[in-house]
């Protein structure tokens, strides 16, 4: 049983197998709502969500948010500081000032780093500087983890959430797996159970609301994948793949994931 619905800014689907009609549609109901509410909550183009108070009020005052957001956080939290600042949320201004993000009510936003947010125990976030998060490509890794949890919730054994560029599979069954190549198409990459893949291009890191900062110029011809237990690390783990070209990374290792290079003028690479 497969549905699918327009998410996140590209198109969410989702299949359950070994499963009665009924209780997979409420099922997979219950996902999308999963997702929906990640959306609603990390999206930089609402004004009233999370991101959107985060980025207008925390300069000048504490922001409560959902803890979902606040765990999306925590976790952009440790990727920054295991990648050195590779991985970082706060790219709103570089961003805008590409025009590849809204600016509307933002005119305070200047440039700076993820070291400017602070998230309290009470889940509260306030900016020592006048920065802009983007939560983007990792809010969509968490919202299809989030899905695989309602769907297990569920009583679901067997599924795949694929949103765009990310994807992640529950089960016992091999699963194959496609890259999609810029200019060269969908390729076989081997096959995926109970994980996550995420890939990235050059050109996507900024097409897509993702969190790194802007390559000078297009796409390179490359995809660049990772394979990760979740899929929000294995979102944010391309971004470090895209900037550093080195699926030898030490931070793949220490967050479970492997890393690979696929298209362009270099063969495969993998870790």
Same mark, same amino acid.
């Given at each position: ?19 009665? *009609?009924?209780?997979?549609? *409420? ?49 952009? *939290? ?41 998230? @309290? ?126 699926? *030898? ?18 063969? @495969?690479?993998?870790?």
């Amino acid at each position: 049983m497969r549905r699918a619905r327009p998410l996140l800014g590209t198109i969410v689907e989702i299949e359950v197998d070994g499963v009665a *009609q009924a209780a997979g549609e *409420q099922a997979i109901a219950g996902a999308f709502e999963a997702v929906s509410l990640v959306q609603r909550l990390m999206s930089f183009h609402d004004a009233n969500s999370d991101i959107g108070r985060i980025n207008r009020e925390a300069f000048r005052m504490p922001v409560t948010i959902h803890p979902w957001t606040a765990r999306v956080l925590r976790h952009a *939290q440790t990727f920054h500081a295991a990648s050195n600042g590779l991985f970082d949320c706060a790219v709103g201004f570089e961003l805008m000032r590409h025009d590849l993000l809204p600016s509307d009510d933002l005119d305070h936003v200047a440039a700076g780093d993820f070291n400017a947010v602070r998230l @309290s125990a009470d889940r509260s976030v306030r900016l020592t500087a006048p920065v802009a998060i983007d939560l983007g490509g990792i809010a969509k890794g968490y919202a299809v983890d989030r899905a695989i949890a309602s769907l297990r919730a569920a009583g679901i054994r067997t599924a795949t959430v694929n949103a765009g560029g990310d994807l992640r599979v529950m089960g016992e069954i091999d699963q194959p797996i496609h890259v999609h190549v810029p200019n060269g198409g969908l390729v076989p990459a081997g096959h995926l159970r109970n994980g996550a893949i995420a890939t990235s291009s050059a050109v996507a890191t900024v097409d897509r609301i993702g969190a790194c900062r802007p390559p000078s110029s297009g796409t390179d011809g490359r995809a660049y994948s990772v394979v990760a237990p979740s899929c929000i690390a294995a979102d944010a783990l391309t971004k470090i793949l895209v900037q550093t070209g080195e699926p *030898q990374h030490p931070c793949f290792a220490r967050f479970g994931a492997t890393a690979f290079i696929t298209g362009g003028n270099l063969p @495969s690479m993998a870790a």
